[in-house]
């Protein structure tokens, strides 16, 4: 979660093109923004409806930054949302008319919010890291890696009941296509596991043609039914691929998924399997690896989340 930080009094912003001043008629503070999509007016909208609050005298005050264009004298004013500025709000601040409006510069994103979200909360200075709202040491203690990963999904823990449907399906979808098994056998006895992992979920899309908007357009995303089988599929082969990338590496055969242990039980027993008929993993280890999938469940919005999210923004 992102945010701006905005203090009182008047900051002058010059370079050899553009001389803006904000008046900042609000203190605000860094907090975290609660996942939807922030929505912007268009640039050519009218200027913003602006929000007020209740000072301590009841008076009204003005959530909001001023800004004037010393370019042309004229000011406007923008609202502050969450400690946030609508990029979009500052395409009204130009010259003439007919000019596109200025832009904000922030390579990287050292200072952008791009959405909403009530996903994560993580501060890794203090050691916060939060799904949902719940403290992460919680869900680590109480809770397996299946149970957080449907609170990340869904927004709420499951009852008995649907964490007994989620396990099931998602157990039921640990195979993979056998097609995929030769493909990943023709890597390299060397290849990095990570690189095969990555080839191989993409090679995955061409067995469910049905599931790709690119081929069958972008109403797939308003179908809730083949969305919900894509995470039963992603969430039960991806540690079959996994398992066998690292057997790869190692030179040992691939171990078939096995339906009878648990999601976490099922992963070690495809590392790590030799010839044994009755192979299970010892508890430790196997709890052990849970809350580690569930310290990893989920990151805020990292790199690879923020490009999944502009890909996935396209529908295609």
């Not at 200027?47 to 042309?72: C, F, H, M, Y």
């Not at 998602?170 to 992992?197: K, V």
């Not at 196997?286 to 809350?291: E, G, I, Q, W």
């Amino acid at each position: 979660s992102s945010g701006i930080n905005a203090e009182y009094g008047k900051v002058t912003i010059a370079n050899k093109h553009n001389h803006f001043e904000y008046n900042n008629t609000t203190k605000q503070t860094n907090k975290p923004t609660p996942q939807s999509n922030m929505q912007s007016p268009s640039p050519s909208s009218h200027a913003p409806v602006v929000p007020s609050s209740e000072k301590d005298d009841g008076k009204k005050q003005k959530n909001t930054l001023t800004i004037t264009d010393n370019r042309t004298g004229k000011t406007f004013e923008v609202p502050i949302t969450d400690d946030t500025l609508k990029a979009l709000d500052f395409r009204q601040v130009k010259i003439s008319p007919d000019e596109f409006g200025t832009m904000l510069y922030d390579p990287g994103y050292m200072n952008t919010a791009v959405c909403r979200s009530s996903i994560t909360f993580i501060d890794g200075d203090k050691g916060i890291l939060e799904y949902r709202g719940i403290p992460l040491e919680e869900l680590a203690e109480h809770s397996s890696f299946l149970e957080v990963a449907y609170l990340l999904i869904f927004g709420e823990l499951p009852n008995d009941q649907q964490l007994s449907h989620w396990t099931e399906r998602i157990m039921q979808h640990t195979f993979i296509h056998e097609n995929l098994i030769e493909h990943m056998r023709s890597f390299r006895y060397d290849a990095h596991p990570m690189g095969m992992i990555i080839s191989s979920i993409s090679a995955m899309s061409t067995f469910y043609p049905e599931a790709n908007p690119a081929l069958k357009g972008s109403d797939l995303y308003k179908n809730k039914a083949l969305m919900n089988k894509q995470i039963f599929r992603i969430l039960g082969k991806l540690p079959t691929i996994a398992a066998c990338a690292y057997r790869h590496r190692v030179g040992r055969p691939y171990n078939n998924p096995t339906n009878t242990l648990s999601y976490t039980e099922n992963f070690l027993y495809m590392l790590d399997r030799l010839s044994e008929t009755n192979y299970k993993p010892h508890p430790v280890l196997t709890r052990a690896l849970d809350k580690l999938f569930i310290i990893h469940a989920d990151h805020e919005l990292n790199c690879s989340t923020a490009t999944m999210r502009q890909i996935g923004s396209t529908l295609v």
